[in-house]
């Protein structure tokens, strides 16, 4: 019995257990993508896809979250979890530069050679409670 007490004890120390210095590092962080888009004609056959690299943000770091022992949850332990996510979203129109049509022949003419694609990213981020997705 005094085993199983100590190990709870040590479970419990450890689940509590933070850092001071411990800080909530949640950013907005640039990074690239590659997209391809195709395009097909009213009969739905494909007329040309697109790709490019595109500059995007993303949502990175790191939020506090705790686990501690509870009598009131049903698991014994009440959980608080943060998660990195944005804040706010940006649509912006972005430029494929590298079209082909069906062959895999490179098109040069005007408005075939270009797609213009919506695509929304992170303008902020921060920490906020996992799963919750009512904002």
């Known amino acids: ?12 120390g450890l689940l509590g257990a933070r850092a001071d210095n411990e800080e909530e590092a949640c950013e907005t962080l640039p ?19 697109c790709n490019g690299d595109i ?9 506090t979250s705790q686990v501690q022992p509870s009598v ?16 706010f979203l940006r ?9 082909y049509n069906p062959d895999g022949v490179r098109l040069t003419a005007e408005g075939r050679s270009t797609m213009e694609v919506k695509l929304r990213e992170p303008a902020d981020c921060r920490c906020f409670k996992c799963g919750d997705y009512s904002r």
């Open 31 to 49: 990074s690239e993508i590659h997209i391809v888009k195709e395009e097909f004609d009213e009969l739905g056959r494909l007329s040309r896809t």
């Open 1 to 12: 019995m005094l085993a199983a007490g100590l190990a709870l004890a040590l479970v419990v």
């Open 72 to 87: 009131i949850t049903p698991t014994g332990f009440l959980k608080e979890c943060y998660c990195c996510r944005e804040s």
């Open 55 to 63: 500059a995007v943000n993303k949502c990175e770091g790191a939020c």
């Open 91 to 99: 649509e912006r129109v972005v430029a494929l530069t590298h079209c």
